[in-house]
């Protein structure tokens, strides 16, 4: 083996080995877990009071440059967690090796980590929140806005966009809801598992727990320094949110459409086309459902990463970061672009109620007026107005322009002389059971939906 192949061989190791250029935003996250672990220590009688106050000195300092910008940290370090020791040994020399003390990198990265999602679940939350505010807004406003509803991409009913804005409030509540129980479900601390089966110092792993705002330690150091559910509950809300954007952002591409044209896009949130002066490309819209993709690739990396690893740490792990990092940095951006635009997108309140007035889209209610009114039953009530829409288009007349001796024609039951009323507007009014589109309940449910927001706030804060 020569000495040229053994430095070759360093410098591919700390290639591949090396995370200190993307770990370091966990910076911040590795001072609070050290800071709570150096005066643990402290307290227990196992760090003298000089070394524990150098290092919180240290420690502190770090946390200062870092807030204002600096990044005092030697890149070449391999991670950020041995770049911290370092920088502390160069700040107060050899009391920075008793930090060391009862811990292992193994749970202070986890710990880091840990530490880390639970602030992204928050900024991730309040966007979210944010996001449905801004659709129970529009709801609000447009609660009796008609346009057609969609099945198929048919139209198949009138319905308000209010109801339909509300729907995809509902989908992002709920997933509020999941990110809450990534919290709730790994709300504990690994530090104290040290390198996987614990330490024979006399630490308090409670207190380390509590001064990090987790509600308890972890009960297994075997399990908490090789377990990654917590980044892989993370992922899967992340995955469902992303879905649900992504879902949100094709309704946009396609409400926005030239020959659909139910909404419009502020300049701001499209783009024109290099080659086609007319466009107006809905490209953040389309952002939102493109970069889902990324979003669901993560959680396949990390479970494929995981899937094969028995007990317990293993440098695989290392790979657990970056699926983490990329899938908040495009969860943020896809969300700020979808607050952008359920802000505002505008109705086109005239070309939705044109769209939605097509001739016969109303033919259902008309069958569920003789049922109701004229006690046919459903089905055959059903029969009755395909035979009238048949006429009807024979005839070229709408269905209430249809004379009284051709629907005779069909069934004398038909042959009322009084007409209902299936205007589009009446449509919609009438479909008002809970949760159904008519304007009353879709004022009702945006200030139920207000009301839960809410109350979901309230929760995040009292956390
Ligand atoms: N950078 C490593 C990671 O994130 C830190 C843990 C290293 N532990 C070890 N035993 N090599 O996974």
Known sequence: MSADERSLAARRMDAIGTSAHYDRRLAPYDIAASQAH????????????????????????????????????????????????????????????????ARARNDLAVTALRLWTRDQVGVLTGKVLALAEALATQAKQHSATVMPGFSHLQIAQPVTFGHVCLAYAETFLRDA????????????????????????????????ARSLGFARPTANSLESVGDRGFALDFLTAGAS??????????????????????????????????????????????????????????????????????????????????????TADTLVLSLDAAISIATLMRPNVDAMRAASDLSFVTSGDLADWLTRERKIP????????????????????????????????????LAFSEWPDITVYASVASRDSQGGTAPSRVLEAAAQ?????????ARAAAR
Do not use: C
């Open 449 to 457: 939906l207000r009301s839960k927001l809410a109350e979901f706030t």
């Open 241 to 326: 949110l992303a879905l649900g954007l992504s879902r949100f952002g094709a309704e946009i591409v396609f409400w926005s459409s030239q020959p659909v044209g139910l909404i419009s896009l502020p300049d701001e949130l499209v783009s024109s086309s290099a080659a086609l002066p007319h466009k107006r490309n809905p490209d953040a819209a389309e952002l939102i459902r493109g970069k889902s993709g990324r979003v669901l690739g993560n959680l396949h990396t990390l479970q494929t990463v995981v899937k094969g690893l028995p007990l317990s740490y293993f440098r695989d792990l290392q790979e657990d970061k970056e699926p983490l990092f990329d």
């Open 177 to 208: 809801e999941r990110l809450r129980f990534v919290l709730a479900l790994q709300d504990e601390s690994p530090m104290g598992s040290a390198a996987l089966a614990g330490t024979g110092f006399p630490i308090d792993r409670e207190s380390v």
């Open 378 to 413: 459903f089905r055959e009530a059903h029969h009755l107005v395909t035979e009238l829409v048949r006429l009807a288009k024979e005839h070229r007349l709408s269905l209430g322009e249809l004379p009284l001796e051709l629907r005779r024609g069909v069934d004398e039951r």
């Open 38 to 101: 150096v005066t643990m220590l402290h307290k227990q009688g196992i760090v003298p009071a000089d070394a524990a106050a150098g290092l919180h000195r240290g420690l502190d300092l770090l946390k200062e440059q870092i807030e204002t910008g600096a990044d005092p940290l030697d890149p070449a370090a391999e991670d950020v967690h041995t770049a911290i020791e370092q920088y502390l040994e160069t700040q107060i020399g050899a009391d920075a090796g008793w930090l060391g003390t």
